[in-house]
């Protein structure tokens, strides 16, 4: 007799993913990981801001982003959307960071080479980058803007000092 398997069984069936996604996944997941880690060591809000831009870049492809602060006054976001223009580029996105208590805490400006709006999955990744540059950003808020979360500074390494024989007897 010939048994034919309908997939009834009790054994789960899995479904494998495609290499690529899967491969995707663990790249967004690694690049998130890494920032979260810049975020909670409190690395330069700069340069976790400018970390958090790059990744959304690569994700998404042939887009540049920026993260403006609420100190930039609206003529410096109209220049650079200008500039953008002149560059041949078009905007893709513009996005406002938002804390939980309304406060703004800056904006998210993207922009393509081609003029189109994103996809619900390139959204998703948009709102996981506002997502981390809002904590980022409310973060060196809380500590007194000073740009490493409150960290002071290292002061600048002194130099070593060498006393010199005066002669060589």
């Known amino acids: ?38 975020i909670s060591t409190r690395a330069p809000l700069a340069g976790v801001l400018n970390e958090i831009c790059c990744a959304l870049d690569c994700q998404i492809g042939n887009v540049v982003s920026l993260i403006c602060l609420p100190e930039e006054d609206g003529s410096d976001l109209a220049a650079i959307a200008m500039n953008a223009a002149l560059f ?25 080479t081609v003029s189109r709006s994103p996809s619900a999955s390139e959204f998703r990744l948009i709102e996981r980058a506002k997502c981390l540059a809002a904590l980022a950003i409310k973060l060196d808020n809380e500590a007194g803007h000073q740009g490493h979360y409150g960290m002071p500074e290292n002061p600048p390494a002194r130099e070593r000092v060498f006393d010199w024989p005066v002669s060589l007897d």
């Open 1 to 38: 007799m010939h048994k034919s398997n309908s997939g009834s069984s009790d054994e789960p069936q899995t479904r494998a993913m495609p290499l690529k996604f899967n491969g995707k996944i663990q790249y967004l997941l690694s690049a998130e990981e890494q920032l979260l880690r810049s």
């Open 88 to 112: 041949g580029l078009y905007t893709f996105c513009s996005e406002g960071l938002i804390a939980e208590n309304d406060e703004p805490l800056g904006s998210l400006e993207m922009f393509s």
